[in-house]
Structure formats: C-alpha cells, structure tokens
C-alpha cells in the first residue's frame, strides 16, 4: 500500500476487476427480491457534463445500496441517439449524424466507465441501430391497425426562405435559427398518436404514483387538463346550423353578450361572406395564421378580434348576440368557439372592453351587489346567480348542475368533458430519426410496411444541406418503391418519427436488450418492471414521462406488457450550477480568463473594466460557468467527484458548485486512506466477527455511535436518498474512530472495536466511493471483495445510551438513588439529586457545606447540623 491516496491507479484497478468478473451484470433470479433502477439516458452530444454526472451517481449509489441489501439489481445504460444535434452537425461541419452519433456515444461511454458506475453494459442499447428502431416501427405498425397511430393536418413552423419544417427550439424569438427569416405556420398531413384516448385512465392512474414528486402530478394532470362543463349551441341567425360551444362556465349562461371563434374556425370565412366585414375577417385571419400557437394561448398577449358580421342567439336569454373572431380563441381546444362572459372572464372583460361588448353581471357576491358599469374587472369567484330566469338565487355552483340538466331537456346541449391534451404529432421531417413504415400508393392509397419487411432502415448516402424538407426526399432508392399490395409504383413515408418515441419503451428494452423476434421479452420485462426507481430531470415532467406512461398502457392493451404504469418511483434531481462572471461590455466571462484577483477585484480580460461577479446560474457553455467532469476526475478522481456532487445538496435541491467543496471532498478521502496506511498492520490479523464482550467503558460511546450510524445512514439512504446527511454521518464516525485511535490506552484495549467502526465505514462508504472502499477492504486483509459484503446492520440495543445509578447520601447516610446517562458531569448529577423528592425531604431546607462526589457511584451532600 502507497502512503499517498492516488486515486486514478486505484479506480483503474476497480473497473477492470468489475469488469473483468461481470460484477453487474443482472440475470433474472426469481429467489431474490428484484430492484430496477433507471437513470433518464443521455442524448449522446458529445461530452458528459456535470448534470450527468449527478444524475448518474444518484442512480449508482442506489444500485450499489440495494445490491448491498440483497437485491437482484438491474442498473442499465444507453443511448437516446437520435435528434436534431447530429443533423445539424452534418449541415455545419459536412460529419454525418450517423459517424458523429458513434464517435460521441464511444467518447462519452468512456467517460462512463472512468466514473465506476455500476451498469450492466451487456444490456447496452441506442436507439438509432436498426435493431433497437425496428421496433418503434413495429410498435407504430400494431397502433396502426388499433386506430392508435392516424394521419390528419396539422400546423407546423415553417421557413420560407430555408423552404424547411422547423423544429419548435429552431425557432428563435419568430424567426428562423439559420437564416432569421419570420417563420410562419403551415399546414401539413402529418401521423398521430392517439395518446387522448389514454387521458382518463392517464389522469386517474396519477393517483397510484405516491413515490412521484407532487410538483411533476401536478404538472401532468394540468397538462392532461380534464374540465368538466356543458356543450351549448347557439343558434346562427339567418341561416341553417349553431355554433357549438364548450363551457365550464354553463351557470354564467344568461351573461353570455357574444360569441368569440378561433380565427380556424371553418364557419369564419363563411360567416363574413357577403358582409361589410368580409376584407377585415381575412385580413385579419392571415395576420393571426402567422402567430405561433404558444403565442396566441399565451395570457400577456394582446387580445385582438373582429366581427365577423354575423350573429347568433343565446338560448337562455333569446337575444341576437354578435360572432367575433378573436386570436386566442385556438382551434386545438375545445371546439373552437367560446360564449363570452364579459362579467364573469377577464379575458373576455378585456375582449368587451376594447370593442365596446354588452358587459352584464349574473353572478354576485354574497356581501355586496356589482353593477357592470362598475366593474374594473371580471369577477371570477363564486356568488349568487341574478338576471338567469328561473335560476336566479341559486348558489352558482348548483346552478351549474341544474343548467347543464336544463340544456340537456331543451335540446339546447348536453354536459361534457373536455381535455386539455392532444393528441401526439408524432411526424418530423427530419432524416436522423426513425422512418415511419408506410407506403403511398395510387391505386391502394395508406398501405403500412409489412412486419416481415421491417426494419426500414435509414439510407446512408443523402445530401444535408439543411435545405428544402426531409434529405430523405433526395433519395430515390428509398423513395420510389413498389407497393407491398399491388407490386405498383409507391411512394416511402419520408417523415421520421418524434425522437420521444425512442424514449417512451426504452426501460421495456433494457429487459432483453437484444431480443429479437419481439420489442422485448415479455416474461423477462415481466420479471423486472415496473421501473423501482426513475431518476431524472424535472423538465421531462410531462413530454417524456407521460409518453412513457402512454406507451405502457398502449403496449399493455396490445398483450405485451404487464404493468400498467412504468415508473414506480421518480426522483427529479435538482440543477448543477455555479457563479457567473461578466463584463459589461463583453457578456460572459470564463473564470479563468479573468484578470485581476478576488481581493483587488476581477477584470475583464479584454477591455480591462470590472467583471461584475454574477448570480449562481446553472451550468451552461453560454454562462461560461461551466466544469469539465473530465478536468475534475483527471485532477482529483472520480470517487471526490462522486463524494462532492453526493455531500454538496440532497439529490433532489439545486447544487451550487464549490472548489473548496471538492478539496473537502478530497481532503476526506485522504485522511481516511492514511489512517487505513498507519494502522492496517495492526488491524489487518484481528478478529472483529462476533465479539459480543463488554468493551471497557472509554469504549462503549465508540460502540454506540457505530451503530447509531449504521442506522441513521440506513434511514437517511432508504427511501428519502438524503445521501448528504449519511456521508456527514459517516465523517462523524470517522472523527470518533480516529480520535479513539489516537490515544494509545484505547488503540490497546480496543483495537477490534476501533477496526471495526473503520470497516463499517468502509462498507457503508462502498456505495459513495466505491473504488476506495474497495481497495481499503482489500488491504485491511478481506480476501472476499467487498463487493460481496452486505450492508451492515445495527443491533438497536447497542443504541441506548448507557445510564448510571448514582446512590445519594446525606451526611453518610443512604437517602436515595437516581439513574442518569453515563455521560453527565456532577454539576448535571447534583441537581437531579436536589430534585429527588425523596432526597429533598431529608434534606429539609437544610443548608449544604459540601457535596463529595465519587465519579459514576456516589454522591454524598453534608448539611449543618
Ligand atoms: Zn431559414
Ligand atoms: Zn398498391
Ligand atoms: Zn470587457
């Protein structure tokens, strides 16, 4: 053993043992309880940043604690490798997304392995091989025929000058990321996932996942959106039909001045034919065509509209009321026409106000009485219905009960709900992702890819340019196929698939990562899901992970899997971040540029003005704020890394980077090897298994902490994964382990106990730092690895604080006795006898001369007299 820590000889050692004995790989094993857990997998961009870095030792402290419980783990990783990145690499720098996508996945799983993280790489996937986005095709095929996977039109971002569907993050503030030009929207046929037809049982089954983080429910069930109301129509005047409208709102029907429709509503055009109105309506339908969908729901926005010249009647109230257009009205939801209740929606307060609308109060509070020439806003809360014939007096919210009844008897409507979620586009037109299997033929139309004919793998050889639409439309050879019906000239599907798709079966993969004739194997993702424990970041708190559960009861109906959830438990661990330097003149600075001192001041280094020390941000290469995990294990090791990014926050809080934090990190580290260097000899020959005597009392604290630590690291780690208080704890043990150490009396007597607060440590640390407890076991003298060893285990009454009975004498003479803890000074002693009813009786207001005290036997208290 070296008397100085180096860490990069050690883990070295570490992984090619691991590796060399297969020490993770899984195999189903029905007589051991089984525990999957699963860290979110990388889009393989090129270099493992800080946030992995977390994420996955979060994960890895949680495989190797629940092997260490006897667990059978399944701890997989692999590659979420199709995206816009390798795409956008081929249009800049000419690489093709399939060789930068390789280079990168080999760059980063190295990076992986020099973290000593404990996954069984056997089960490896990346879902841009041929083998694993078979597959998504399969999948998509079984959808098909299910009416689950369906085609219609649909808006997309579009660049007029690229002439190119634009991804949502290629557009920059409106305009085109390559070339700045204004996007605008486009109509497209586009494939769905029918994921609504999931929506009542995806919102229900919310109410099973109690190990989920509140705020990620939540998330989902706004996203998933149910709203309960009534479908009313209102007649048009004039002509044939009524505009049907969604609201949850039915009781504020007698206020209802207007009616707003989205500017796609199919009668707007209609409706204005042959009015004064007709160039304002499309005019004004153009403009809004323009503004992206996000922008148009957004609240702050500008509420725009026009009269489209046309009027309807309100069922309630029979009065002719007006039809607006207004640009938040979307058609996505609902049904695309709303009934506007000036009084009662601030929206459509706003709306009346501007256009100079009927505004009339049919609700009012309970304490006073609004009049609509008053109001400076809409009142929203609840209150008493008034001005709604037969139901006015009724608390609104039976009034929403009886008037959704009412409609239903009138043929006026009927009660409904409505869904915020849509359904998934599913369709890109982009080349790195997954080709959709259909066919377009002229004389048998839709005609999906034969099973026996998949995978439709990705042709190599097509020309990036980042323009015009998908550079799959250049190829001919993918392109031009005969039709698998009619052997006829066909057309390929040239849009690929949402690279979510990849990601919402994955886990399912991991089971029988290279299963072949099936996505995976149903009885071995039978052993191993659901998913124990999903960790991730929160901003997949509704895309990926309610595809995921989507795609899991999909494949449930469809026979294959067993579950009906994927993620038992998700924890969503917080950002990584650090301080910021800029200039005003020149924007972010890296620290390390900087000019200067931290006394002095921080200077920018190109124009010399003061670098004004910025907010803590998280890590990104635009903030220059960020750390290499590469620079960081180079200088320091991977066991301080993982130890930092564990100590710093719990998993699950924001972590602020700290240089000191690591040399902290470190600096323990190095204590405890010399410690193991200075005394492994004395150690090394000694029996610490099953010694059940009595040690001498200057070691007894010592025995207690040891166990008490055992247990709060225990506690800490189970369940609630509060990693740093179970290191701090740890910390402790040692400081009580060392300083018992350092007295020779104590090494003497109780070296066993001293070696064996050492190993549990050692064997406690094993999950955090796992090259060093390693290699510590091994030279303390364990042959059997500590790989092998379980978790230690406490026994409770070795936890109880050891108490003292301390007879009490008056003047000589026995008067009572108490019992104390075994670590209180006479003064603490003293006043417990004072207090003794019984002592104090004898004592009787007498006054005290002195107390003589024999440590941890007696106390005796001479009075006068
Ligand atoms: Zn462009
Ligand atoms: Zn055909
Ligand atoms: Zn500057």
Not at 28 to 45: N, R, T
Not at 70 to 82: E, I, R, S, T
Not at 628 to 646: K, M, S, V, W
Not at 788 to 800: D, N, R, S, V
Request: charged content about 25%; proline content about 5%.
């Amino acid at each position: 053993m070296e008397e100085r820590y180096q860490p990069q000889a050690i883990e070295e050692k570490w992984q090619r043992i691991w590796e060399g004995n297969k020490t993770f790989e899984a195999f189903e094993d029905h007589g051991k309880p089984k525990y999957f857990v699963l860290e979110m997998f990388p889009y393989p961009s090129g270099r493992i940043h800080m946030g992995h870095v977390r994420n996955y030792t979060i994960g890895d402290v949680v495989a190797r604690y629940k092997r260490m419980r006897g667990f059978n783990v399944l701890h997989p990783m692999g590659w979420d490798a199709f995206g816009l990145p390798a795409e956008n690499a081929a249009i800049e720098r000419g690489v093709h997304p399939e060789l930068w996508t390789r280079e990168n996945i080999l760059y980063m799983k190295n990076q992986l392995k020099r973290m000593g993280l404990s996954y069984d790489w056997t089960r490896e996937i990346a879902t841009c091989e041929p083998d694993y986005y078979r597959w998504n095709q399969w999948i998509f095929l079984q959808f098909f025929k299910r009416g689950l996977a369906y085609k219609k039109g649909s808006a997309v971002n579009w660049c007029p000058s690229c002439e190119t569907v634009l991804a949502n993050e290629q557009v920059i503030d409106g305009a085109c990321w390559r070339c700045d030009s204004a996007v605008v929207q486009k109509e497209l046929e586009q494939w769905f996932f029918r994921i609504t037809d999931y929506a009542e049982e995806l919102l229900r089954d919310l109410d099973r996942l109690g190990g989920w983080p509140d705020k990620v429910l939540t998330m989902q069930r706004n996203w998933i959106g149910k709203s309960i109301g009534a479908e009313i129509l209102f007649p048009l005047i004039g002509r044939e039909g009524a505009l049907r409208v969604f609201t949850t709102r039915q009781d504020t029907a007698y206020g209802a001045t207007f009616v707003s429709i989205a500017a796609e509503h199919p009668l707007a055009l209609e409706l204005c034919r042959g009015t004064a109105q007709e160039n304002a309506v499309k005019e004004f339908v153009e403009r809004v065509k323009n503004v992206s969908m996000a922008n148009r729901g957004a609240e702050e926005g500008e509420k725009e509209g026009v009269f489209t010249g046309a009027f309807c009647r309100n069922p309630f109230t029979g009065e002719q009321i007006p039809i607006y257009l207004a640009n938040f009205i979307l058609m996505e939801y609902g049904t695309g026409a709303v009934m506007a209740v000036p009084a009662h929606d601030q929206r459509d307060f706003k709306f009346a106000k501007k256009y100079g609308l009927p505004i009339r109060v049919v609700i009012q509070p309970r304490d006073r009485v609004l009049s609509a020439g008053e109001l400076t806003e809409a009142f929203v809360d609840a209150g008493v219905m008034a001005d709604s014939g037969p139901f006015s007096g009724l608390a609104n919210d039976d009034g929403k009960e009886k008037i959704a009844a009412y409609l239903e008897e009138q043929g006026w409507g009927k009660k409904a709900i409505r869904y915020r979620l849509r359904d998934w586009g599913v369709s890109r037109q982009r080349y790195w992702g997954t080709p959709i299997p259909i066919l377009y033929c002229a004389r048998c139309g839709v005609v999906p890819v034969p099973e026996d004919q998949l995978p439709v793998v990705l042709p190599t050889a097509v020309p990036f340019s980042g323009k015009g639409g998908s550079p799959l439309l250049e190829s001919k050879l993918f392109t031009q196929v005969p039709c698998s019906k009619c052997g006829g000239a066909a057309r390929r599907e040239t849009d690929t698939m949402d690279t979510f798709v990849d990601s919402s079966w994955y886990f399912l993969r991991y089971a029988s990562a290279h299963h072949l004739t099936a996505p995976f194997d149903s009885d071995k993702a039978c052993y191993w899901m659901a998913v124990d424990q999903y960790i991730g970041g929160v901003e997949h708190a509704v895309l990926h992970l309610l595809y995921a559960r989507f795609f899991t009861k999909a494949l449930r109906d469809l026979g294959l899997a067993a579950v009906d959830e994927p993620f038992n438990n998700l924890l969503t661990q917080g950002m990584v971040s650090k301080e910021t330097y800029r200039c005003s003149e020149h924007n972010w600075l890296f620290p390390a540029e900087l000019l200067g001192s931290e006394k002095e001041g921080w200077k920018c280094p190109h124009c010399n003005r003061s670098a004004e020390k910025g907010r803590v941000e998280k890590m990104s290469k635009s903030k220059k704020n960020i750390v290499d995990p590469e620079d960081l294990i180079n200088a320091y090791g991977a066991d301080t890394a993982r130890l930092f990014t564990l100590f710093a926050a719990p998993p699950e809080k924001d972590l602020e980077w700290s240089d000191q934090g690591v040399e902290g990190a470190f600096r323990f580290l190095t204590r405890l090897w010399r410690f193991v260097f200075q005394h492994r000899e004395r150690f090394a020959g000694l029996d610490t298994a099953g010694r059940s005597d009595e040690p001498p009392f200057e070691l007894r604290e010592l025995r207690r902490m040891i166990h008490k630590t055992v247990k709060k690291v225990t506690e800490d780690i189970e369940g609630r994964f509060h990693f740093n208080t179970a290191i701090a704890a740890i910390m402790e043990l040692f400081n009580a382990v060392s300083t018992a150490a350092q007295d020779p009396v104590r090494l003497n007597d109780g070296a066993p106990l001293i070696k064996q607060g050492l190993e549990t440590m050692i064997v406690m640390l094993a999950p955090f730092v796992p090259h060093l407890a390693g290699e510590l076991w091994e030279q303390l003298g364990h042959r059997e690895s500590l790989d092998q060893i379980p978790w230690p285990i406490y026994a409770p009454e070795a936890l109880e604080e050891e108490k003292l009975m301390i007879v009490v004498q008056i003047n000589g003479k026995v008067r009572g006795k108490i019992t104390v803890p075994a670590d209180v000074n006479q003064a603490y002693i003293q006043t417990e006898a004072l207090a003794d009813s019984r002592v104090a009786g004898f004592l009787d207001g007498k006054k005290i001369q002195r107390v003589v005290y024999v440590p941890r036997r007696l106390l005796n208290i001479v009075v006068e007299g």
